[in-house]
Antibody
Framework: EVQLVESGGGLVQPGGSLRLSCAAS????????MTWVRQAPGKGLEWVAN????????NYVDSVKGRFTISRDNAKNSLSLQMNSLRVEDTAVFYC?????????????WGQGTLVTVSS | DIQMTQSPSSLSASVGDRVTITCRAS??????LAWFQQKPGKAPKSLIY???SLQSGVPSKFSGSASGTDFTLTISSLQPEDFATYYC?????????FGQGTRLEIK
């Protein structure tokens, strides 16, 4: 069974940084696009970013461009999201998801999520 | 950006009912439309992709259809475990966008 386990969430002050990780197992990680989706408390789902199989192509929602960086380490079956200049409005549960093959951005398997709280 | 508008925003139904949720795209997205189910405190679960293809392991009581820019998710014979929030998502173009969600409640 595909497994995705996020970590790295927590409380951070506005303007601060946080790095999220997603450990993948039980599938060939290097063969899939991967994506991050977030959900603010009590709100809907928002796509954040995705990355292709070798990390050469990355896409972001406008609200995080220049602040967030998605990356992956295929040797470690790991996906990351470096978040800088965090804002209160970035407070959300962040999910990593495997993109359904051969697509780039719709998830077929999702992790359980990690909560990021941006507050002073 | 492509706007995805779901209707209704909330829906009350009884066990055994058949319900339909609609998602309208603000422009053409071919059939690049997915449906997800989310229960409180849990991650979204994939139900349907490519507008009408059933995710492996999802019961056939869930079905999807498309007509132009209108998409529907139909759930037949509602069971207690089906009461949740449902989201549509377009993956035709960036930015990828979701509908606002439809909360399905027990009547």
């Amino acid at each position: 069974e595909v497994q995705l386990v996020e970590s790295g969430g927590g409380l951070v002050q506005p303007g601060g940084s946080l790095r999220l990780s997603c450990a993948a197992s039980e599938f060939t990680f290097s063969s899939y696009w991967m994506t991050w989706v977030r959900q603010a408390p009590g709100k809907g789902l928002e796509w954040v970013a995705n990355i292709n199989q070798d990390g050469s192509e990355k896409n972001y929602v406008d609200s995080v461009k220049g602040r967030f960086t998605i990356s992956r380490d295929n040797a470690k079956n790991s996906l990351s999201l470096q978040m800088n200049s965090l804002r209160v409005e970035d407070t959300a549960v962040f999910y990593c998801a495997r993109a359904r093959y051969p697509y780039a951005a719709t998830g077929d398997y999702w992790g359980q999520g990690t909560l990021v709280t941006v507050s002073s | 950006d492509i706007q995805m508008t779901q209707s209704p925003s909330s829906l009350s139904a009884s066990v055994g009912d058949r319900v339909t949720i609609t998602c309208r795209a603000s422009q053409g997205i071919s059939n690049y439309l997915a449906w997800f189910q989310q229960k409180p405190g849990k991650a979204p679960k994939s139900l349907i992709y490519d507008a009408s293809s059933l995710q492996s392991g999802v019961p056939s009581k869930f079905s999807g259809s498309a007509s132009g820019t209108d998409f529907t998710l139909t759930i037949s014979s509602l069971q207690p475990e089906d009461f949740a929030t449902y989201y549509c998502q377009q993956y035709y173009t960036y930015p990828i966008t979701f509908g606002q969600g439809t909360r399905l409640e027990i009547k």
